[in-house]
């Protein structure tokens, strides 16, 4: 199974006690996963997820919260690399009432409408947003295996719904954005940490740990990663300095020798000689008597000018 597959599945052994946050998570994925139908004038609810323990999840809560039965059918034609399961909700079972109370079929000017985006008077309180969070991404959600890269998003079908989920989320002190892919609107996250609190804020705390031990281990691969890159990179300067040295040295030695140097330059330059694969700082520690890293470096810039000197007037 994927991550976003295991996360669903703990999302569903929940249970959620208070009745206003059964109302939000019921009311949030019906609104997401969910289609009004009509039969002879009436309505009828179709919700279809390819998540069986989903989808007896929720056949599970509605019949706890509103007393109603939910029939299910599943799909002969595999999507998503399983089945698409479909609860039903006819007219007798009291699928009117059940989009009244959450709030997706209301009335105006005598006449029923079908409303757009979250409503508001379900998710006041903070743990029915959480539970409203919770429902929408058991709806349409995913998020990637900590793995490969960093991503969740959960799908709307209208931009006035992403607004709405997206200040959902900020209102909860997370960050989101939202982008159009193939004509519906996806709020998406991008980063670890703000991941990682929206599983905690969801209750998922099983997938929590595992996403988070997860970032560590990349964490620390790629902090031992920047470090070899960076001695590495200390390296080839190193090398690369050690031998323009011994270029210098080598130049006046073939032109002038060694002896035209002083005294202390030509022990310095001697001493570069002999250990060609040395650190400066090694280096410096060979002196007789020792002398310090700047001292060394200063004598060998001198040695490199007095050679850049000798090439121009050739």
């Known amino acids: 199974m994927s ?39 009436k309505m009828g609810i179709r919700v279809t997820t390819d998540n069986p323990a989903v989808a007896r999840f929720f056949i599970t809560s509605i019949k706890e919260y509103f007393g109603a039965k939910t029939s299910l059918s599943m799909s002969d034609a595999p999507i998503s690399r399983g089945h698409s399961f479909t609860l039903h909700i006819t007219p ?44 929408i991404f058991l709806a349409a959600g995913s998020v990637s295996d900590p793995a490969r890269g960093y991503h969740l998003e959960l799908s709307c079908a209208s931009g006035y719904m992403a607004n709405d989920v997206k200040k959902l989320i900020s209102s909860m002190g997370l960050r989101s954005g939202i982008t159009e892919r193939r004509g519906k609107y996806v709020v998406y996250m991008k980063d670890g940490e703000q991941i990682s609190d929206f599983l905690g804020l969801i209750g998922a705390s099983g997938q929590l ?12 691969r790629n902090r031992a990663n920047r470090i070899s890159n960076c001695e590495n990179a200390n390296l080839d300067k190193t090398v ?50 020792p002398i310090g890293k700047s001292g060394l470096n ?13 090439r121009e007037k050739e």
């Open 209 to 220: 740990l595992d996403f988070q031990n997860t970032m560590v281990t990349k964490e620390v």
């Open 240 to 289: 690369n300095v050690a031998q323009k040295q011994l270029a210098d040295i080598r130049y006046i030695q073939r032109t002038k020798t060694l002896d035209f140097l002083q005294e202390k330059l030509r022990v310095t330059a001697e001493l570069r000689l002999n250990n060609p694969e040395l650190s400066l700082a090694d280096l410096a520690a060979l002196g007789d008597p």
């Open 92 to 135: 007798d079972m009291n699928a009117e009432a059940i989009l009244r109370e959450t709030g997706i079929l209301s009335i105006r000017e005598g006449s029923n409408y079908i409303t757009d985006g979250l409503t508001q008077s379900i998710i006041k309180k903070r743990c029915c947003k959480k539970a409203a969070l919770r429902g």
């Open 3 to 41: 991550f976003s597959s295991d996360t669903k599945k703990e999302l569903t052994t929940l249970k959620t006690e208070k009745k206003c946050c059964q109302l939000a998570q019921i009311a949030s994925f019906l609104r997401f996963a969910g289609s009004i139908t009509l039969s002879g004038g």
């Open 298 to 310: 200063h004598r060998l810039a001198k040695i490199s000018r007095i050679a850049d000197e000798l």
